[in-house]
């Protein structure tokens, strides 16, 4: 019996090890949305005065443009907001592009939701055009460890797509909670905590119950949980600030179109705690990180991005959950 079983766990840990090498292969890049331009989509209208481009829920690619989060602006009386300066110069610039068909009004602010490539390597564009450069205090970490790197991968991945991508720095940043007014319209940048990534943070429109809330909040592909990713922090920040204050609000998240909260309750905090439930049992049984990687994640299999995510950010949830 005992033979069997270890038979059966090299049998998965191959099957394991190959999904993993063939990860990039798998991930098909399906066909750009709006070939006209940079962008992977047109911009969507969401309440009277926010649209958002959303991104393709893959990873980054040279047909998608770099476009893989949700690139959202604000029209205000006198001024624009665009949240995300987006992974390119050229993909804020498509951006731009689309912003001049709603209004002649300049972009005044960008605000990052993070540090993360997509989040920042675009501001460049904007800096150019004038725009302050907004992101949360602890961003500036990610981008001073992180930036260079970034900007390097996603030199390779886009090509030419890259020319004119440089990294800039931050012009502003906050830490609890920073209000900007666009002319008619308020915003209010709002950090509720730790969540996937360091200096995660959201905007929110409350003329059009809106709340963009940045890579707290997925959809319609799995989450990743990187090295640094607390998860039980990042579930702590859900329940005690983000689930009271988003319930009843349109949701547009970092990744995917925009929801409900209840759509996006489901995929963020529902997978955290399915996989750490499964975790902790598997600790209490004494099993290995190997038996952390075969953790039975089907009820997220349909989602984008699973095949290259599910194990690793079952294996980081193990280690995590080790010592807490
Ligand atoms: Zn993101």
């Known amino acids: 019996m005992k033979q069997l079983i270890n038979f059966t766990r090299i049998f998965k840990t ?10 990039v292969a798998l991930a098909d890049s399906p066909a750009d949305k709006y070939p006209e331009s940079v962008l992977y989509t047109k911009p969507v209208q969401i309440s009277e005065n926010v649209w958002s481009a959303i991104g393709a ?3 980054y690619s040279y047909e ?3 476009h893989n989060n949700n690139l959202t602006f604000i029209i205000g009386d006198s001024a624009v907001l665009v949240v995300n300066g987006g992974s390119s110069y050229q993909l804020a610039e498509a951006l731009h592009q689309e912003i001049k068909k709603h209004t002649p009004l300049p972009v005044k602010y960008v605000v990052d939701e993070n540090g993360q490539s997509h989040a ?3 501001n460049g564009y904007w800096k150019a055009q004038g725009a302050e450069i907004i992101a949360h205090e602890e961003a500036l970490e990610e981008i001073e460890e992180q930036g260079l790197q970034g900007l390097e991968t996603l030199d390779g991945i886009l090509k030419e797509r890259a020319k004119g991508t440089t990294l800039v720095s931050i012009d502003q940043t906050f830490d609890e909670k920073m209000a900007l007014d666009l002319g008619g319209i308020s915003v209010e940048l709002i950090r509720f905590g730790p969540a996937h990534s360091l200096g995660d943070i959201s905007v929110y429109v409350p003329s059009e119950n809106v709340l963009i809330a940045g890579d707290m909040a997925f959809q319609q592909r799995l989450l990743p949980v990187f090295p640094d990713t607390d998860t039980a922090e990042w579930l702590e920040t859900w329940h005690n600030e983000f689930a009271p204050f988003a319930a009843g609000k349109i949701i547009i998240p970092g990744h995917g179109e925009a929801t409900d909260f209840e759509t996006v309750d489901k995929w963020t905090r529902g997978y955290l705690e399915y996989v750490r439930a499964k975790v902790a049992v598997l600790l209490e049984e004494g099993g290995s990180l190997e038996d952390a990687y075969q953790i039975d994640q089907s009820p997220y299999a349909h989602l984008d991005t699973f095949e290259q995510l599910a194990a690793k ?3 980081r949830i193990f280690e995590a959950m080790e010592f807490e």
Do not use: C, K
């Not at 191959?14 to 990860?23: C, E, H, K, P, Q």
């Open 57 to 59: 829920t893959q990873y």
């Open 313 to 315: 950010n079952a294996g």
């Open 64 to 66: 998608n443009g770099g």
């Open 14 to 23: 191959l099957s394991l090890s190959f999904v993993l090498a063939s990860g």
């Open 120 to 122: 920042i390597l675009g």
